[in-house]
């Protein structure tokens, strides 16, 4: 399994950036995909996860209301819009993937195994 995260950039407060993350190597029917990140001197965080089987949706509640995640079939993609991005949404973001989690664990890093590069997220002026 193979993750491809990209999409990340500089934008300025109140601006929207699109990450986009490319499974390959396996079929994500039973599979999960996770968004993380991690901003300087912390430790890495959930943001948001997609479970393919059903479409289900998870979100922390920093980004409610802001982020949303879809996929997109054809091309094996999830995709995290995020808006009205803050300075604190600074960081590193990871895509991982993992298969047949439930729902009680898919906030939790450890529950994958699989991850992609990260690609950096910068919220400034």
């Known amino acids: 399994v193979q993750l491809q995260a990209s999409g990340g950039g500089l934008v300025q407060p109140g601006g929207f950036l699109r990450l986009s993350c490319v499974v390959s190597?396996?079929?994500?029917?039973?599979?999960?995909i996770g968004w993380f990140r991690q901003a300087p001197g912390k430790e890495r965080e959930f943001v948001s996860a997609?479970?393919?089987?059903?479409?289900?949706?998870y979100y922390a509640d920093s980004v409610k209301g802001r982020f949303m995640i879809s996929r997109d079939n054809a091309k094996n993609t999830v995709n995290l819009q995020m808006n009205d991005l803050k300075p604190e949404d600074t960081a590193v973001y990871y895509c991982?993937?993992?298969?047949?989690?439930?729902?009680?664990?898919?906030?939790?890093?450890?529950?994958?195994?699989?991850w992609g590069q990260g690609t950096l997220v910068t919220v400034s002026s």
């Open positions: 991982a993937a993992d298969s047949n989690l439930i729902s009680s664990s898919i906030r939790y890093e450890n529950q994958y195994d699989y």
């Open positions: 190597g396996v079929i994500l029917d039973d599979y999960t």
């Open positions: 997609y479970k393919w089987n059903g479409g289900s949706t």
